[in-house]
Structure formats: C-alpha cells, structure tokens
C-alpha cells in the first residue's frame, strides 16, 4: 500500500524531532500503522537544514504554509507553528480540505478548541492533540481511553516545565527566581514569550484541555484560575521543607457537586508524594478514577523528540483510523459531542482548599492571639504554626500557619482583616496546599 502523505507546518525544535524520528523509526512506525507515513510537503520561514536528520527525505519545502494545508495529496497536516494566527487559519482551511490535523498547540486548542472540534466534526475528520499537554506523556490517551471505565474524581499536575525547573533550582541549589529563568530560557524550554511559563498561562492551557477530556465539559480557558510562580520566594520553600511540604506549580481540575474546579497555582504538597519528587523540567499528571484509584504519569514535558513521539503516535493513530467511519472514532473530548455537559466551573472565591500563610508580625506578647482571633472568627482552623527568631536588630518575625480547607472567600477576609492589623507589617504571602490524598 503507498504511503500516506503528510504535510507539515513548522520545521522548529518539535518539527525537527518530528522529521528525525519518523526517519530514524520508519520500520517500527510502518509496522505499528500499517503503512508508511510520508512528509511530502513542508513548509517553514526558516530552519536548520543540517541540523535535522531526515530532511531529505521530504519531497518539498517552502514558506507557504497554505500550499500545504491545499496540497491535494496530503491527507494529514502536522501543525507545529505555534500561537494563534495563523495556525487557526491553517488547521480551519486543512479541516475544509477534508484533512486531519496533529497539533502541539496547546493555546490554539485551549481556547479556539470547541470551534475547531466542531468544524472537525462537521467534516468527518480528526483533530488530534497529544501533544499540547505535557510533551511526550500520553495522558491525553491515558484519560481518554484508558480511564475509559471511570468517572474521574481529580487531576493534578506539574505541567509546565520551566516553572518545574525554577522552583526546583530555588529549592535545591538557593538560586534566585531571575537568574534560573534565564537559564530555562537558554536551554529552550520556555515559551517564546517566558511570561506564558512564569505567570501559569501555559499551564493554564494546558489545565483547561485535561479538565474538558476529564469531565465531558467544553473547553473554557477564560474560566481558569491563574496564577504563575513570580511570588514565591526562597524562605518560602525552606519554610515549606520545615513543614514536611514541597512548593510545586499545579494544575488541578476537580469535580464537586457545585461544579469543577480548574486552578492553576503553586502549591504546597506532602514531601513524601510521588509528584512533590519531581524535579527539574519534567512534568508528571495524578489523576483519580473511581474505579482505578490514583493514577501517575511521569516524563519529559517539553523537547525537541519527546514532543515529537507524541506528536507520532496521534499520526499512527490517524493512520490506523483512515478507513473507519468517522462516527465511530475516539471523540475529540473523550465523550461523544452531543453529550458535553454544561456543569458549571466554580469561582475561585468558591474553592475550598488548605493554605500557608506568611506574614510578619512584631515580636511582643498577644500578637499570634489577635490574629488566630481573626481567623477563629472565620471558621478557619490551624494546622501549624511556625515562628522564626527575629534577624539581628529586626523589630518584626515571620510567623507561618498552615491551615485546614475553608473556603478561598474566607481565606481571602480574613487576610484583608490581619493586613489591617497594627502588628502585622506588609504583605501576607499565602500559598493553597493540597494533600493530594
Ligand atoms: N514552555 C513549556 C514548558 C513547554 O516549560 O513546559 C512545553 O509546553
């Protein structure tokens, strides 16, 4: 049987990879799909000819990108452009064309995703996405079909790399937040614009997809919360280690009976977890079915190859599909389209979580009373309390709690209320923690 003929968007890290090990694999992957996978057509503003192994064996090359999405002889495109415009025009016009779509594109999918399912849909064709959420960890597969079975209960995951990495340099080596930045930057893991790594927007992208395969919802990034790694500093995560808790940026997506939760955040977690061990860029998903129990999936979640082997392994399954009827093909959002449900997402204020709390407060008798008084009267309870000596000549101390889970609303009250106290200098730094039972 000829080859199928692939088209492809981009020829950067990701695209690179992907030409590489489709070369390297041509054996293994034609005998997993059933037939050989061709590029014939590609198409890049620039790259790096010498550097990409395989490029020879793509028939074409240019910059036009809309040559490709209109090639009649391609019957999958491979988009790995990156950012909105005009990847959304390409995978729209390929979609027209009859064609199938792989994508990495996590902020495409998060937020033009339901327009794009549904034109796919309408056409009969796959837009397929392994690879946006966590680069080469197939927990886009893993929820759709392998929790098949289940209704989930929760995911959380560490799923941006370069946050990973920060905390992790912070945590281990002391360095401060600026210089490991630069260096993540440096090595290629950061998003074009590194604000999308440090500030959870890409993690946020990334949160929004999982929850809509998770729970059946349509995608709704808008409805995230968001919050990025820029506030915590060092003491932090040496007060956290005293504690017997990691700091970790997560994204978890829960369902409670008033809706689901899907938050962005950093995040205390007991050391002791498997995912509170993982370090540096890699990224690693829990998730619990009811029928399962907690489920852990750990790699690489960013990189030129492991992008790519997942970037390959939604191509294998598009190859295997092309003669099914589209009907019967694994949906888009794990559940059929006509059965998304329109349960709402709760607002942050509505959350219900466990915090640290860090403030500074005068060293003098009564001051730890007025502000358990405050938080006493909140219905919030104290897990711990941790107070520092005071550095040589300060006239305040830094005092830490943990408390139970109480809603964000009171939590949000009660620090208004101990900020306005007279004992109590500053900011009041407060991290969410989950144990992540
Ligand atoms: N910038 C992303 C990260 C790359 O650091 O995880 C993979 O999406």
Known sequence: MQAVKVGLLGLGTVGSGTVSVLSRNAKEITRRAGRGIQISHAAAKEYNADAITGLDQI?????????????????????LIGGYSP?????????????????????????HGNEIFAAAQKKGVTVAFEAAVAGGIPIIKAIREGLAANQILWAAGIINGTSNFILTEMSEK???????????????YAEADPSFDVEGIDAAHKLTIISSIAFGIPLQFEKTYIEGIANIEQQDVVYAAELGYRIKHLGITRKTEKGIEMRVHPTLIPHRRLIANVDGVMNAVLVKGDAVGPTLYYGAGAGSEPTASAVIADLVDIVRALTSDPENRVPHLAFQANELSDMPILPMEEVETAYYLRMQAIDRPGVLAEVTAILGELGISIEAILQKEPKEGASHVP???LTQRVQEKNMNEAIEKIKKLDVIEGDITRIRMESLK
């Open 399 to 401: 005092i830490i709690f």
């Open 87 to 111: 990847a959304k025009e390409l995978v729209l016009e390929a979609i027209k064309n009859g064609k199938h779509v792989v994508t990495a594109n996590k902020a495409l999918i998060a937020i």
């Open 174 to 188: 002391g360095r401060d937040f600026d210089s490991v930045l630069k260096e993540a930057q440096d090595l290629g």
């Open 59 to 79: 028939e074409k090359i240019s910059d036009d990108a809309f040559a490709v999405v209109n090639d009649p002889e391609v019957e999958i495109i491979i988009e």
